[in-house]
């Protein structure tokens, strides 16, 4: 590191205060955009010079250890971006990696909900005949049902689908999902069959 970008050494009782490149590095993890050398030398107190000295120090280290993101200035800042030789392996990520599939219990609660919307936990885990509070938490997360307030006896939370359910289905709306009789198992309890003929 160069004198222009290190920080003094705490003294006795005093919290460690980070160096320059290290706070330029903390901020620009979280930004969405680029940040302009001026505005980091102001909320660093630090000469404008020297910022920009730390910044252009980083650029290039981070391409000659051959790290996976580069520090780039554009559009009038300076940002973290991913290293172009690794765009193909993040592409690959974030079409595929963030794609998990759902388990058959996931699927198997998202179609209860879906046909007898809205619904309790308890109506669900009752039809699958399991317990499926984590598996509806796990649906929730994902934006696939949500609360559709409470059942005026039971107080119970109502669950229903979501607009992403509807979205991710290629669905206009529920009444283009398709027919359930046909798919419904011959030895299903018959209080069950009612219902899903109403």
């Known amino acids: 590191m160069t004198a222009t970008t290190d920080q003094p050494y705490p003294g006795p009782g005093e919290a460690p205060q980070p160096g320059l490149r290290a706070s330029i590095e903390a901020i620009l993890m979280v930004v969405d955009e680029p940040v302009a050398e001026v505005t980091l030398a102001q909320v660093l107190e630090r000469p404008r010079r020297e910022v920009a000295a730390a910044l252009r120090e980083l ?107 509807l979205e991710r289905l290629g669905l206009r709306g529920l009444e283009e999902l398709p027919e359930l009789a046909p798919y419904l198992p011959e030895d299903l309890p018959d209080d069950i069959i009612e219902d899903e003929r109403k």
């Open 59 to 165: 650029s290039a280290e981070y391409t000659e250890q051959g790290r996976g993101f580069d520090l780039r200035e554009i559009a009038g800042g300076w940002r973290f971006y991913t290293r172009e030789t690794c765009a193909p392996v993040v592409e690959r990520f974030v079409t595929d990696g963030q794609q998990a599939r759902l388990t058959s219990a996931a699927l198997e609660t998202l179609a209860v909900v879906a046909y007898r919307q809205p619904v309790s936990r308890a109506r669900v885990s009752a039809i699958r005949g399991v317990n499926s509070d984590g598996v509806m938490r796990t649906l929730t997360l994902r934006g696939l049902i949500e609360e559709a307030g409470q059942d005026p006896e039971t107080q119970a939370h109502l669950y229903r689908t979501t607009g992403y359910f």
